[in-house]
DNA sequence: GGCGGTCGTCAAGAACCGATCAAGACGAAC
DNA sequence: GTTCGTCTTGATCGGTTCTTGACGACCGCC
């Protein structure tokens, strides 16, 4: 879900806003005053700011040059004043865009669209990889590791195990496994885990083979060695 | 030295918007025609794009999405209507700012600013030419050679084995590939998928056809040599 | 010790998926 | 309108994976 902070005082333009990015499937906080605005921004970072300069508390680019201190979240000025100076100013303190009111909900929602595009391309850091000891689950790539040495999964051994991994340490009932792999339909069928898990457990290796066992009328867990 | 490539076809704009540029230190390219933006984009990517989307020979978005194909440049459209729906298309093809002439100079400078920021933040050199290992993919000039032999490849082939030659080493999934190559509504259609891998490994030949492979049951990966 | 329940392993058939070839549909260029 | 190249779709083959059944081991209980 796209998170979308809208910062302004004025009820009506807030609820205009709100009510456009909603329609457009976004997940819209808002905040009336800078204060709020700055709260929120310290504990949950949203995917793209809409902050109008004209705050009752506290000036719009002192947020800006605050929230860049700590974050590169793309902030979308809105201001009446047409200034250039002003412009200049907010621009240079960390505003993305700088859009002069009164403006048109289309054109917002296209500048919102190039800020979150900016923001889902860098996304270049490394994988997601679960852990549980020596095992690696490398999600997006759909490759497993055990001891460095890479581990062959089908299809659904890799989502058993991925489940597993998950929640390194816990059982996970019968049920939910079959939930998670097989999808809805299969509650019963718990022979196919036996099965499934005795294939990981030949894949993984002696000693990876261990780290799965089964806790006796309920399910399956996946050992946590950094937690005996 | 940060550069800067100007397109537009009035002389006397091209001149101002130059000699502002220079004098804040940049580096400044200069075209007064698509086409030449077009040739110039293709072997040298300057750091920013400055565009008038009013051409002579052109269609200025066209160039946007043009340029998409295969460089994140920002570009910072001018453009004398104010219309929204101009704006609308442009933003969402690929353009990062859009710019109602008249302007002024101050702002101008302040947007190029935004827009270098942004690149220094996400040290993302772009090069338009993809390599994995002998395989080279030149995407403004839609080339591919492998060995250094050309391969002759039709857009769908080459859209997908470009697609896959921006994540070496990496699954993309049946999902990414149709949603990147065919588009949204096509998710099913992993026959496609088959279809073109395997005339793809015809046409890279028999060394270069190993480097395509499946992963069974999720989607497709280039194996990037260097990583072996 | 016998018995029912659960778990682990093995193996075979079925179902599925991927690779390839080839023919028809479609669209662009002339 | 014809021709050419590309895209789409169907058919088939070979291989892997999934499902299913059989069997033995283990445990607690009567």
Known sequence: MTTILVV??????????????TARGYEVVTAATGRAALNILTSQIPDAVVLDLGLGDMDGVDICRAVRSWSE????VLSAEDSEHRKVVALDEGADDYITKPFSMPELLARVRVALRRRGSTTDEDDPVLRCGQLHIDLPRHAVTFAGEPVEL?????AMLAALTRYPGRVLTHRTLLHE???PGYDTETHYLRVYASQIRKKLGPVGGQMLVSEPGIGYRL???SEE
């Open 181 to 183: 792999v097989w999808g």
């Open 73 to 76: 979240v793309p902030i979308i």
């Open 8 to 21: 302004d005082d004025e009820p009506a333009i807030l609820r205009t806003l709100k009510a456009g990015l």
């Open 223 to 225: 050992l946590d060695p």
């Open 154 to 158: 089908t299809p659904k051994e890799f």
